[in-house]
């Protein structure tokens, strides 16, 4: 999936229409993915409905913040404990 095809979906799952906050969205879209792959999630996991999902939830975490303040919901973590799980179970 590209980086564009992903960003589709993500705004689809924030109702975001438009093109203004494409570069926003991106970058925070970006974000969330790389934190995701450093944790050990694999791409095909990432490109999952249930990864765009998390990858939302993410985003949305990041577009909410306050200044000086990073951190990820309770529901980011409830949605990326299973993706992690299934990997390790891979293994």
Same mark, same amino acid.
């Given at each position: 999936?590209?980086?564009? #095809?992903?960003?589709?979906?993500?705004?689809?799952?924030?109702?975001?229409? %438009?093109?203004?906050?494409?570069?926003?969205? !991106?970058?925070?879209?970006?974000?969330?993915?790389?934190?995701?792959?450093?944790?050990?999630?694999? !791409? #095909?996991?990432?490109?999952?409905?249930?990864?765009?999902?998390?990858?939302?939830? %993410?985003?949305?975490?990041?577009?909410?913040?306050?200044? %000086?303040?990073?951190?990820?919901? #309770?529901?980011?973590? !409830?949605?990326?404990?299973? !993706?992690?799980?299934?990997?390790?179970?891979?293994?």
């Amino acid at each position: 999936m590209t980086d564009a #095809e992903m960003l589709v979906k993500v705004k689809a799952g924030l109702t975001v229409v %438009g093109t203004y906050n494409d570069t926003q969205l !991106q970058i925070k879209v970006s974000a969330v993915k790389n934190y995701m792959l450093n944790a050990g999630v694999t !791409q #095909e996991i990432i490109e999952s409905d249930l990864g765009i999902t998390t990858i939302t939830v %993410g985003v949305l975490d990041l577009w909410n913040l306050s200044s %000086g303040e990073v951190k990820f919901s #309770e529901a980011f973590s !409830q949605y990326l404990l299973p !993706q992690l799980m299934a990997v390790s179970l891979d293994v």
